[in-house]
């Protein structure tokens, strides 16, 4: 089966961290760019970071550059985000991406608060 499944996610105060893990399923996820992305509510989703097939290139958003960290373990077929200083405006469900025929997953809510 074709898909992506996204887990980690959780409630965190405003400094903490969290990773985010996505598993990958019925592709040849080493051969993908993947990506992270995040939607907060009543905004649309954006691109968060990516990386490439092999993890020795990644991109990252301004507003978490520094902050937030892309890898993969293509033997596992997972990709995973960790985030540390997070902050209230990190709140979003986040997604990862992979090849474009592969359905967005159900995502990983993360909400920052105090």
């Known amino acids: 089966q074709v898909q992506l499944v996204e887990s980690g996610g959780g409630l965190v105060q405003p400094g903490g961290s969290l990773r985010l893990s996505c598993k990958a399923s019925g592709f040849t996820f080493s051969t993908y760019v993947m990506g992270w992305y995040r939607q907060a509510p009543g905004k649309e989703r954006e691109l968060v970071a990516t990386?490439?097939?092999?993890?020795?290139?990644?991109n990252y958003a301004d507003s978490v550059n520094g902050r937030f960290t892309i890898s993969r373990d293509n033997a596992k077929n997972t990709v995973y985000l960790q985030m540390n200083s997070l902050k209230p405006e990190d709140t979003a469900v986040y997604y990862c991406r992979g090849p474009s025929y592969v359905s967005w997953g159900q995502g990983t809510q993360v909400s920052v608060s105090s």
């Open positions: 990386i490439s097939s092999r993890g020795s290139s990644t």
